[in-house]
């Protein structure tokens, strides 16, 4: 189906693992965003990327690494997770050009808890 | 820091309109503002925009003040199903890199109630 898919929903792993959290989007949306979401501080952006090989950091970029090879995959990777990286996970995109009119499109979510 | 001020919470009589208000003062020319709303465990969803003009589509209507310092996003006839956390962002366009980014502030979180 078109749209945005977050993967997994939920994960939980442990304090000095890496774990990659996907973004997949179907509309070929030129641009792409991390965000995340912890009570008392609402939504900060990770990183986002403007086109494939582009990607720039956002308000809390210390401690993930994104990439993005092809226009519709944007994974975020946590190096080195840390408990205080335990959040719920959003991913967006958005066309370029007339954005004003088309804002933008999230994902459900993933819900990652570091133990 | 997001550019705008919302009350932190609300209420509202189901099948009454619910009048959400959002404060930007330094809101500059090429600044549109935005409304999303975010309800329980979701991503935010777009519901509205303008720059200078009243709006309206199938979801709400937005009214900004001559100055363009304040604004009110109005949902005609609230249901429980609108309880949800909304968010009213001051964005610029046209921009480049990052200022065309979503800058979210804590919202107000609407209640509907019975």
């Known amino acids: 189906d078109a749209g945005i898919t977050q993967s997994p929903r939920y994960k939980i792993t442990e304090t000095g693992r890496q774990v990659t959290l996907m973004c997949h989007q179907t509309?070929?949306?030129?641009?792409m965003f991390w965000y995340r979401q912890d009570l008392g501080h609402g939504l900060r952006l990770i990183y986002y990327?403007?086109?494939?090989?582009?990607?720039d950091k956002g308000e809390v970029p210390d401690g993930y690494v994104v990439s993005r090879s092809k226009t519709e995959n944007f994974p975020l990777t946590l190096e080195s997770a840390t408990r205080s990286q335990t959040s719920v996970y959003f991913c967006?995109?958005?066309?370029?050009?007339?954005?004003?009119?088309?804002?933008?499109?999230f994902g459900s979510g993933t819900r990652l808890t570091v133990v | 820091d997001a550019k705008t001020t919302q009350p932190p919470s609300m209420d509202c009589a189901e099948g009454r309109a619910a009048n959400l208000p959002c404060n930007h003062s330094?809101?500059?020319?090429?600044?549109?503002v935005y409304w999303y709303r975010q309800i329980h465990s979701q991503g935010p969803q777009y519901i509205i925009h303008?720059?200078?003009n009243n709006e309206t589509n199938e979801m709400a209507s937005l009214i900004i003040t001559e100055d363009r310092k304040s604004s009110t996003l109005i949902l005609p006839h609230a249901t429980l199903r609108d309880t949800a956390v909304y968010y009213c962002?001051?964005?610029?366009?046209?921009?480049?890199?990052?200022?065309?980014?979503?800058?979210f502030g804590k919202g107000t979180k609407l209640s509907v109630k019975p």
């Open positions: 967006a995109s958005r066309r370029g050009g007339d954005w004003v009119i088309d804002g933008y499109t």
């Open positions: 509309w070929s949306h030129s641009y």
């Open positions: 990327s403007a086109a494939a090989d582009i990607t």
């Open positions: 330094t809101i500059s020319g090429n600044e549109y």
């Open positions: 303008g720059l200078k």
């Open positions: 962002i001051v964005r610029v366009w046209p921009g480049g890199g990052s200022q065309g980014n979503l800058i």
